[in-house]
């Protein structure tokens, strides 16, 4: 599934909330996903965030291939 059309239109900073509506996955995943040193977000004060090109990147650099967390 193409994920560019998803956050074309979003803020340039997503929070885990904004990660489970783009990748359509839910909120313990998303946590998750938020944690694994592989994925690169931020964490700001008692916020996981991470940026959009950042996701972008990740999401192209890891087309087809499996990602456990």
Sequence with gaps: MDNQHLIND????FTTK???GILHIG???AYELMHASAFPSMKL???WLIEKSA???WLLNNQGREFAI
Excluded at 10 to 13: D, E, H, L, S, T
């Design 18 to 20: 904004d990660l489970q």
């Design 27 to 29: 909120k313990d995943r």
């Design 45 to 47: 004060g008692g916020k």
């Design 10 to 13: 979003k803020p340039v900073i």
């Design 55 to 57: 996701l972008e990147s």
